[in-house]
T-cell receptor
Framework: GENVEQHPSTLSVQEGDSAVIKCTYS??????FPWYKQELGKRPQLIID?????GEKKDQRIAVTLNKTAKHFSLHITETQPEDSAVYFC???????????????FGKGTKLSVKP | GAVVSQHPSRVICKSGTSVKIECRSL??????MFWYRQFPKQSLMLMAT?????????EQGVEKDKFLINHASLTLSTLTVTSAHPEDSSFYIC???????????FGPGTRLTVT
C-alpha cells in the first residue's frame, strides 16, 4: 500500500521568510496530492492540491510542486505570516475511474511556527 | 460550499456506555464519507470508509463491532462508539467526498473523553 513520508516534523521561520515542506510517496499509482492546514483543535482545511498531470500549481503565496519520477511533492509558502502557523499535512491517493478508490494516506505532519 | 458539520463537538461519557457522533454534508451530496481518529500531536488515522447505502469498509486493526458506522443517506453518516473505554478517548473527525471528485472536506471533529 501507499506510504507517505513528510519532512521536517517541525519548522520555525521568521515572518516574511519562505517555508518548504517535503513529502515522498511510494505508490506510483497515486495521482492526487492535497495539502491540509490544521490549527490546534480545529478541522484540517484543504489549502491546495495537485494532480499527477501537472508539475506545479500556485495560489497566491502557496505553491505545490510534484516530481512524479522521484515520487515527491513539496509545499512552498512565501512571505510567511504569523497566521500561517499551524500543522500542515500532505496526503496522497490513487483516484480511480468514477472515484472508485481515493483513501487519503497522510504524512505525519509538519508544525510550522512563524515568528513575528 | 463544501461544508461538513459534526455533532457533538465535545462529549464526555462513562466507561461502558455508547456514544454516537453525526457527520453531515450541508451543501453537497456525500457519496463517500470517511472517519478518522487523531491522537494529540499525531496525524490522521483512517478508521473506515462508508458509501451511502453500503456497509462500511474498515481499516486493518479497527474493530467493526466496536465502531459502528452507518451511512444512511447522502448527507449523513454516523459513528457509534460502543462500550467505550478510556483508551477510546480521542479526536474523531469525519470527511466527505462528492461523487468522483477528488477533494475531501473535513468536519470540525468531536473530542471524546471516556471517564
Amino acid at each position: 500500500g501507499e506510504n507517505v513520508e513528510q519532512h521536517p516534523s517541525t519548522l520555525s521561520v521568521q515572518e516574511g521568510d519562505s517555508a518548504v515542506i517535503k513529502c515522498t510517496y511510494s505508490d506510483s499509482a497515486s495521482n492526487y496530492f492535497p495539502w491540509y492546514k490544521q490549527e490546534l483543535g480545529k478541522r484540517p482545511q484543504l489549502i491546495i492540491d495537485i494532480r499527477s498531470n501537472v508539475g506545479e500549481k500556485k495560489d497566491q503565496r502557496i505553491a505545490v510542486t510534484l516530481n512524479k519520477t522521484a515520487k515527491h511533492f513539496s509545499l512552498h509558502i512565501t512571505e510567511t505570516q504569523p497566521e500561517d502557523s499551524a500543522v500542515y499535512f500532505c496526503a496522497a491517493t490513487a483516484m480511480g475511474y468514477g472515484g472508485s478508490q481515493g483513501n487519503l494516506i497522510f504524512g505525519k505532519g509538519t508544525k510550522l511556527s512563524v515568528k513575528p | 460550499g463544501a461544508v461538513v458539520s459534526q455533532h457533538p463537538s465535545r462529549v464526555i461519557c462513562k466507561s461502558g456506555t455508547s456514544v454516537k457522533i453525526e457527520c453531515r454534508s450541508l451543501d453537497f451530496q456525500a457519496t463517500t464519507m470517511f472517519w478518522y481518529r487523531q491522537f494529540p500531536k499525531q496525524s490522521l488515522m483512517l478508521m473506515a470508509t462508508s458509501n451511502e447505502g453500503s456497509k462500511a469498509t474498515y481499516e486493518q486493526g479497527v474493530e467493526k463491532d466496536k465502531f459502528l458506522i452507518n451511512h444512511a443517506s447522502l448527507t449523513l453518516s454516523t459513528l457509534t462508539v460502543t462500550s467505550a473505554h478510556p483508551e477510546d478517548s480521542s479526536f474523531y473527525i469525519c470527511s466527505a467526498r462528492q461523487g468522483a471528485k477528488h477533494e475531501q472536506y473535513f468536519g470540525p471533529g468531536t473530542r471524546l473523553t471516556v471517564t
